[in-house]
Every structure is written in C-alpha cells, then in structure tokens.
C-alpha cells in the first residue's frame, strides 16, 4: 500500500489529521473531526492526506464483505494508536448487527444491464443508516471513555433525520436536535422521527424548506463560543465519519461489477449516484482519488445545481427549491461540493476560502475554468423530471418486477436513456416503502413492511418551529436547558454514570 499526500505533507497512516477546507482552522485528529460539524473558519474538515492503494491491496480486497470493506477503509483513516484494530472492528461488527439483510447491502441484477445496490436494508430503510450507525458508535466510543456530553444538530431533507435518531436513542451522553421541513417530507419519513420519544430524542418540526433549516445550524456553529461551550457536533454529511464510511459503496459496487481483476489496466466500472447534499458523490471522488477505477455520475431531481455546476460551471441558486417526487434530493445549496473542489484544486485552502465566501455572500458562483474543467472530467451528471421518475419506476417495474424509490429511479432513468459500453451499477439510496405517493402516482402497488405500518398508531412528539421566530435563538434555548439538566444529573449521579447503548 503507498501513500500519497494531498499535500506535500507526506505523513503516515499513524499521523492522519484533518484540516478544513478553507485553510483557517487547526488541524484535528479523527476525534476532532467526528465530535465537530463545520471547522471554525466555516469550512469542512477533509483528510490531511489521501492514501493510494496498489493493485494488489485492491485485488486482495475483492473478496471481502461489505463490513470487511468498511474495516479496511476505516483503517486508513482512523490511527490505530486512536482506536485500536480490534475495537474498531468491534464498533463496525456492532454498528451492523440490526440489519436486515445478511450481507447488509445487496446487489440486484435486473434487466437491460441494470444493476441496483441496494443501500437501505437498515432500521430505516435509507443507506444512511450505513454510515450513520458506524458513526453512532465510533462517538460512543470516545464518549464512554471521557465521560463527555455532546449535543448533536441535525437538519434533514427526509432520510438524514431518523437515521441519526437510530443511531444514537438512549444514549446517556448524547442528546439529538433534529430539524425536519414540516409537510415536505413524506409521511412514513416524519413519522419515522416524531415517534421517537427517548428523553435524549429532540425533534422540531420548522415551516420551511430543507435549505432554510440549514441557516440556524449555521448560525450555531458560528458562535463558536457557544458551539464550545455545549459541545455542538453535527451528524449531517458535514461530518467526515459519514463521508468515510460511505467510501466503501464504490468498493463494494467495483468489485461485485467488474467482469475481472486480472486484466491490465483494470476494468472500468461507471457508478450512477443519486445526491442531494453532495455526501455520496463526494465519497465517490476520494473513492477515485484512492485509486479505484470507477467513472462518476452524479444524478439529481428538478433541483439541480450539481448537474449545472458540472455542465456549466454554474454553482449558484435556483429561485426556489422545487418540491419533486424524490424530497431527499429537493436541496439547493449542496454543501459537500465544498468538499468536491478541494480535493480537485490540489488542496488549495486558499481558493476554495475566496470561492465559498463569493457564494456565501451572492449565492452565485461560476467556477474558474481550470477547476471546472477537473469538475467536468471527474463527473458526468443527469438530471431528472418527476415524469422521468415515474417513467423509470415504471419501466422497472414492467421488466423486473422490481420497485424502485423515487431517488433510486433517477439513477435508473439516466441509465434508461444513456447507452453505456462499460459495466454501470446505480446505487439505490432508499427503499420505495418510504414513498408511497412516488410509487402509487407511478400507478403500482406500494409494498409496505409491518415495521413501516406500524408507525402510523404509534404516540409522536415534536416542537414546532414557525415562521417569523428566531430558530436559532429557540434552538439555543433547548440546547441550554438540556445541557443544565445532564450537568444536575452527572453532578447527582457521577458514581455510577455511563454512556447507554442504543436501544435494539
């Protein structure tokens, strides 16, 4: 295995920091980078260095599972002076273990050379779960060893929100603040967080859109006295943990889809990602930039600034977000692609630091042509209408007998319409039992797990955030109170307290 800086830092697996994108902020160790959201400077926190892997660690890797895979990765990223081997593998195994399927993510061989992976065999049928239940325990883990609090900020589209709920309810040293855009997601993903009731489980239901619950986590973060003082982390694709884990997709994708590791050079294989918040497809380039020969497409709904940003070089907001049929995917301002440029400038904190500052103040950003051009060469993109959707679940459906999610369906419908000469795999971020509207519009007939049905008798609970309040003064208000509450209790219980498992 070699390694190859993103930098001329030239450091080793044992030294790994992550500095922020902007340049600004000190660099952490993997500690750091999993207990923050956005650095300091408001930038994110990447890897100082991006490892390089032979051929022959890829031909050794082919023959692993998913979890394997998962270890491995984890592995280059995290020192083992930090977590030691066994415990990581421990923490992975565990994070696991309330999974559906026995091989925890699945590949389905459809027709017309159609291949699906199947990310959503989780507790709430999202790929989410994947990388957010390392994460959960991977905070436990450092967690239970300082007997430290954090608080953690959460703004959701649909998916993110239950799934960060999953992995930390019940945990004594954690409590969980989640913001969902009420009547924008659906139904099943709404309910799949406001039936949540552990006392640790804060959930606020804000009359605005995905983008617009973003702005009060910032404004948080900001503060960084206050995001000091009570500890504030994110569980959002801000945080790197997810980022990390979600590396292993491609891994896993390559390797079930490349006709053969004994050719010279290795087989292509081309990867149709679905994104929204840009998480995925960013682990999809350090994918590439480790060394896996994979192409990169990124596929979007209606709202689609990533596709105009590769086309054009045109990262700047759309008026509005468009409500669509795939409501995890209706974001405007893609905050991963932060993430994208820095790896394709060469590390260069100094121009991604001037970019992100034009975009923050204008909100319009056209891309120097060298950076658009790398952009362009490292992504291809798609988007997709609500008919497009509803086409694709339809034409899968007709020759499979296979349902497909709506964010699914716009990977499947740029494979539908775009002829491909090497293998493609679509990745398919969430289960259609958790769109039932996409599904019945499309006039097929939804297939809804029990554990999905039963939702709907269950007691819920949130706080309603309106228009025209401080949103993020009331989420400072709750933030306090909680944490005045956990020191009284730590002050009355310190004997005996500990970190709590996740509720099974």
């Given at each position: 295995?070699?390694?190859?800086?993103?930098?001329?830092?030239?450091?080793?697996?044992?030294?790994?920091?992550?500095?922020?994108?902007?340049?600004?902020?000190?660099?952490?160790?993997?500690?750091?980078?999993?207990?923050?959201?956005?650095?300091?400077?408001?930038?994110?926190?990447?890897?100082?260095?991006?490892?390089?892997?032979?051929?022959?660690?890829?031909?050794?890797?082919?023959?692993?599972?998913?979890?394997?895979?998962?270890?491995?990765?984890?592995?280059?990223?995290?020192?083992?002076?930090?977590?030691?081997?066994?415990?990581?593998?421990?923490?992975i195994d565990r994070a696991f273990s309330r999974f559906r399927h026995k091989d925890v993510v699945h590949l389905s061989r459809l027709k017309d050379g159609l291949n699906v992976l199947e990310l959503w065999h989780g507790v709430t049928y999202a790929f989410k779960d994947l990388s957010l239940s390392c994460t959960g325990q991977f905070l436990q883990y450092f967690l239970e060893k300082k007997q430290k609090h954090v608080n953690i900020l959460v703004g959701t589209s649909g998916d993110t929100g239950s799934s960060a709920i999953e992995s930390v309810r019940g945990q004594k040293n954690v409590d969980i603040f989640v913001l969902l855009p009420k009547g924008l997601c659906t139904q099943i993903q709404e309910l799949q967080m406001t039936t949540v009731i552990e006392d640790n489980v804060h959930v606020f239901a804000a009359h605005g859109n995905s983008d617009e619950i973003d702005e009060p986590i910032k404004e948080l973060f900001a503060d960084v006295n206050f995001a000091g003082k009570y500890n504030l982390m994110s569980l959002n694709s801000i945080n790197w943990s997810r980022i990390m884990v979600q590396i292993a997709h491609y891994f896993y994708a390559y390797f079930q889809c490349a006709p053969s590791l004994d050719t010279t050079p290795l087989p292509v294989v081309e990867i149709v990602v679905p994104t929204g918040g840009g998480g995925n497809i960013t682990a999809g380039c350090i994918a590439q930039k480790v060394g896996l020969p994979i192409r990169l497409v990124a596929v979007v709904n209606n709202n689609d600034i990533i596709h105009r940003t590769v086309q054009h070089g045109d990262f700047s907001l759309a008026e509005s977000v468009k409500a669509t049929l795939a409501p995890a995917m209706d974001i405007q301002e893609p905050y991963n692609v932060e993430r994208i440029l820095w790896l394709l400038s060469g590390s260069d904190s100094c121009q991604i630091k001037t970019l992100m500052e034009q975009f923050n103040i204008s909100k319009r950003l056209k891309l120097p042509e060298d950076l658009h051009r790398k952009l362009s060469e490292t992504l291809g993109s798609c988007s997709a209408s609500d008919e497009d959707i509803v086409g694709a679940m339809r034409r899968c459906w007709e020759e499979n007998q296979y349902l497909l999610c709506p964010h699914s369906a716009v990977a499947a419908h740029y494979h539908y319409s775009q002829p491909h000469s090497i293998p493609r795999c679509c990745l398919a971020p969430a289960s259609p039992a958790k769109f039932q509207d996409a599904v019945l519009r499309a006039n097929l007939v939804p297939q809804i797990p029990p554990e999905i049905t039963a939702l709907t008798a269950m007691e819920t609970r949130s706080n309603p955030l309106e228009r025209g309040w401080d949103w993020a003064q009331v989420l400072r208000g709750r933030i306090e109170a909680v944490a005045q509450q956990w020191e009284a209790q730590a002050g009355q219980f310190a004997p005996q307290s500990r970190v709590g498992t996740p509720a099974r």
């Open positions: 295995m070699l390694w190859v800086p993103g930098s001329d830092c030239g450091v080793s697996p044992a030294a790994m920091e992550y500095v922020s994108t902007r340049g600004g902020a000190r660099a952490v160790n993997f500690e750091g980078a999993l207990l923050s959201g956005y650095a300091p400077d408001g930038g994110l926190f990447m890897p100082q260095c991006i490892p390089s892997l032979d051929r022959d660690t890829l031909r050794r890797w082919s023959s692993l599972s998913y979890p394997g895979l998962v270890k491995e990765l984890c592995s280059l990223f995290i020192p083992a002076e930090l977590v030691p081997r066994n415990a990581l593998h421990e923490l």
